[in-house]
């Protein structure tokens, strides 16, 4: 269970971790990681989250630029990291992304 306190969050941050077509398309893909990410061997997506060498490969790009682009959207708190041995998983913070969405409609 993914605990979110938004009072922590800068909206700013938050708004510019979503001006990225990359980091919209991760967001994106792990809406439905099982639809993006079945072929996962290391467990189900859905369950522990998807590892950062298949977003990688779908991403096209290098795995520190992914990384990167990850962390953006970690410190943002639209995802959360799981770590299992060496290997980092990702998942879609649904109650952080629905607090920024009710903050944007209480705000435009």
């Known amino acids: 269970m993914t605990i979110y306190c938004p009072g922590m969050v800068d909206r700013l941050e938050q708004s510019k971790a979503l001006a990225s077509q990359a980091r919209l398309s991760v967001l994106g893909w792990l809406a439905d ?6 072929h996962q061997v290391t467990g189900p997506p859905a369950e522990i989250g998807v590892c950062v060498t298949l977003l990688a490969a779908r991403l096209e790009m ?5 990384s990167r682009h990850l962390e953006v959207l970690r410190r943002a708190g639209f995802v959360t990291v799981r770590r299992i041995g060496k290997w980092a998983y990702f998942q879609r913070n649904e109650a952080a992304l629905a607090d920024y ?8």
């Open 62 to 66: 290098a795995q520190p630029t992914v």
């Open 33 to 38: 990681p099982q639809a993006h990410f079945a």
């Open 101 to 108: 969405k009710a903050w944007i409609n209480d705000h435009l």
